[in-house]
């Protein structure tokens, strides 16, 4: 026979002989109850992690990437550092992921997939903190990451030293 009883929650429940039936309906009771625990001040000071979106958005057709972690091994790493030429960085990336083969995903998915493998430190940050959902294709990718990491006063001061050559005395043009 069945009987119907309000929970503390004020909720109608309906109960029954069995045994088994009984201990569900418990477990539930307990795990609704510990959900609805109060909490500390010592709770709030440890605040749960929540994770972000993240910046790259892939089509729905992308995510069947077979990964294989060797090929992490391989990739280049790049720590966000000014010594380092971007460029040259992304090309030996490049050169890592066109070894891989997928036929299941697209270069451009390949790309995107590994490259948050390859960056580190403040490179690792720089994309943890863009915008989410702004990154859909690599092309994006790279013009966003040398706007970061090559910006366009380190372009000019580039061609200001090639406006500005000159040959110092007693120098040869090949010294130069």
Partial sequence: ????????SGRLSRKSS???????????QSLHNENNRVRTLRDYMNPTRTSARSCIVFSSNEYHFIFKP?????LPFFHGLHLK???LYLREFE???NTYNDLNCSMNTIRL?????????KAKTWLQNLRSGSIRAWDEM???FLKKFFPSHRTNSFKRQIITFTQKPGETFYQC
């Fill in 1 to 8: 026979m069945r009987v119907w009883t309000h929970t503390l």
């Fill in 18 to 28: 069995s045994f088994s039936e009984n201990m569900a309906e418990e477990d539930n």
């Fill in 70 to 74: 060797d090929i992490i091994q391989l």
């Fill in 85 to 87: 030429n971007p460029y």
């Fill in 95 to 97: 050169e890592v992921c």
């Fill in 113 to 121: 997939k590994l490259f948050c493998f390859s960056l580190k430190d």
């Fill in 142 to 144: 790279q013009q966003q």
